[in-house]
C-alpha cells in the first residue's frame, strides 16, 4: 500500500479497515477475472485431460506464436536472432528453442527496453517485482493474458484440493506478507476480513506465542475450508496447535512461494487433519507446477510455459535429475521471457502421476532453506516477508540477512553506484514496519557476500534459536 494510503487505513477502525480490504479485494477481482480469465480456466479444466501429443502440440503451436510475436515486436529477440542468422522458421520445436540463448536477470537489467515489445509502453503494463534467491531485486512487465492464465492456474490448484476460489466462495483462511493489522496494535483481533470473497486475513506480523491462541480461537470460530499461506508460517499455528494439544480440522491447506520441508508437511498434515497441496509460481510468471490429489510430485503446467532443467554449462540434463530451471512464458506478449534462467533447482521425474494426467512431475523445488527470525517479544518472522521491501531497490544487487541477537540485524548490501541515502532509508523504513521499531537495523554496504561451504548462498542467517 503507498504510505500515505497506510497511515490513513492505519487509523481506521478495524471494521472500517474491513470495509476498505473488501472494497479493494472488489476491484483487484474484477482485473483479475476478467479478459481471458474464462477462456483459460475452460482450456485448463480440458487441458489437464490431454495426451501427452495434444500437450506437446499445443506447447509447440503457442512456442511458433511466440517466436514469430518476439522476432516482429521485440528488439532483444530481432537482434540475438538476427546475430545468429535464425528467422522464426528454424524454431518450431520445444528442441529448437535451445538455438536461443539463455536469457539471465543480468541481460535482462541491460536490455530492459529492448525487451519490451513496441506494442505496449512501460506507462501502461502490468509490472511485478521479484527478489531472486540472492535478494536482487528484478523488475518484469507482464500483459493481462498472463495475469488471467495465473489467476486460472490458481483456479484449477483450488479445484484439485476440492475448493471453489472464486467471490463468495468457500471460506479462506490466508496468511501471507500483507500488513493489514497495524503493527503496533498489542491486542486482537491479529486479522481482517474480506467480506467480498469470504476470505480471513490473518498477520504474519503478530505471532508471538502469547497472541496465538487468540489466532485458533479465530479460526475455529470462523470455519475455513482452508488455510493458504507461507509454510513456515502455517508451520508456526501448526506447532502451536500441537504444544497445546489441539487439532484444527481443515479440507486443505494450500501452501507456496518457499520450500516446504517434509518435517513442516508432517506436522501441518497432522494439525489440521488433511493434506498440503503445495504449488510453485516462479515470481516472474514463466513456471506453474501444482500438486494433485495424489501427491506424487508437482505437475508441471504445460499450457502455461515450457520448463527446461539444465547443468551448470546449459546443457539438458537427464529426467531425475536434478538442474537449473530454466522456463519460457506462453503468454507474456508485453516482455516475452525465451530460456528465463529462474536460479531455482528441481528435477523431472521420471514416469506421470497414477491421477492420469499427463502433465510432467516435478520434484519439490529445492531453493533456500530459511530460518524463522525471533524478535525479543517472541513473534516469529518469516523470511519470505521480509522480501518485500527489497523488491522497489533495484540500486540492490545482492543482500543478506543476519540476525546478530534479539536486538539487532544486519542487513549486508552489495549495491550498485545509483545505491543512494533515500535507498536505504526506504530500506530500513520497510523492514521496521514488518521487525518493528524497537529492532536495531544496520546497514552494512559489502564488495561480495559469503557463501557457505558447499556454495550455497543463505539469504537469512538467523544466529538467535528458535523459540518454539
Ligand atoms: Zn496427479
Not at 482450456?43 to 516482429?72: G, M, P, V, W
Amino acid at each position: 500500500m503507498e504510505s500515505k494510503f497506510k497511515e490513513l487505513y492505519d487509523r481506521l477502525p478495524v471494521f472500517g479497515q474491513n470495509i476498505i480490504l473488501s472494497g479493494y479485494s472488489a476491484i483487484l477481482d474484477h482485473q483479475r477475472y476478467s479478459g481471458k480469465f474464462n477462456s483459460f480456466k475452460k482450456l485448463l479444466e480440458e487441458s489437464q485431460y490431454y495426451s501427452s501429443e495434444q500437450l506437446n502440440n499445443y506447447q509447440q503451436n503457442k512456442l511458433q506464436d511466440l517466436i514469430a510475436y518476439s522476432y516482429r515486436h521485440v528488439k532483444y529477440y530481432r537482434k540475438i536472432m538476427d546475430e545468429r542468422n535464425l528467422t522464426p522458421d528454424d524454431i518450431t520445436t520445444i528442441e529448437d528453442l535451445r538455438k536461443l540463448p539463455i536469457l539471465t536477470k543480468d541481460l535482462i537489467n541491460k536490455n530492459f527496453t529492448d525487451l519490451l515489445s513496441d506494442e505496449y509502453d512501460m506507462a501502461s503494463v502490468a509490472k511485478g517485482h521479484t527478489s531472486g534467491t540472492t535478494g536482487s531485486p528484478l523488475e518484469i512487465c507482464y500483459s493481462n493474458d498472463l495475469i488471467h492464465i495465473n489467476y486460472a492456474m490458481l483456479d484449477r490448484q483450488y479445484a484439485w484440493a476440492g475448493i471453489k476460489l472464486k467471490r463468495f466462495g468457500d471460506r479462506i483462511a490466508v496468511i501471507r506478507g500483507n500488513v493489514i493489522v497495524p503493527l503496533h496494535q498489542n491486542k486482537p483481533p491479529f486479522w481482517r476480513h474480506n467480506y467480498f470473497h469470504n476470505h480471513i486475513l490473518l498477520s504474519s506480523f503478530h505471532m508471538s506465542q502469547d497472541n496465538l491462541a487468540s489466532y485458533i480461537d479465530k479460526l475455529e470460530r470462523f470455519k475455513p475450508k482452508v488455510i493458504d499461506g507461507y509454510p513456515s508460517t502455517v508451520y508456526v499455528l501448526a506447532k502451536y496447535l500441537k504444544n497445546s494439544g489441539r487439532k484444527l480440522k481443515l479440507e486443505a491447506v494450500l501452501t507456496s512461494s518457499e520450500t516446504l520441508f517434509d518435517f513442516q508437511r508432517e506436522l501441518i498434515e497432522d494439525s489440521f487433519q488433511c493434506k498440503i497441496f503445495d504449488y510453485f509460481g516462479a515470481a516472474e510468471r514463466v513456471l506453474f507446477s501444482t500438486e494433485c490429489d495424489k501427491h506424487e510430485g508437482h505437475h508441471i503446467a504445460s499450457e502455461y510455459g515450457i520448463t527446461e532443467v539444465l547443468d551448470k554449462n546449459d546443457q539438458p540434463v537427464n529426467k531425475g535429475q536434478t538442474g537449473y530451471l530454466v522456463a519460457t512464458s506462453l503468454h507474456n506478449r508485453a516482455m516475452p521471457l525465451i530460456r528465463y534462467m529462474t536460479n531455482d533447482m528441481s528435477a523431472v521425474k521420471n514416469g506421470l502421476c497414477s491421477c492420469g494426467r499427463n502433465l510432467p512431475l516435478m520434484d519439490d523445488v529445492a531453493t533456500k532453506a530459511e530460518d524463522l527470525l525471533t524478535l525479543k517479544d517472541g513473534r516469529l518472522i518469516s523470511p519470505s516477508v521480509l522480501t518485500h521491501p527489497f523488491k522497489p531497490l533495484t540500486s540492490i544487487i545482492e543482500s543478506q540477512i543476519i540476525q546478530e541477537d534479539l536486538d539487532n540485524i544486519v542487513i549486508k548490501l552489495v549495491t550498485s553506484s545509483e545505491f543512494s541515502q533515500a535507498d536505504e532509508v526506504e530500506l530500513i523504513h520497510g523492514l521496521s514496519e514488518r521487525l518493528g521499531k524497537d529492532v536495531n537495523i544496520r546497514i552494512e554496504k559489502v564488495d561480495f557476500l559469503t557463501r557457505t561451504t558447499s556454495g550455497k548462498f543463505k539469504w537469512v542467517i538467523s544466529k538467535v534459536a528458535l523459540g518454539i
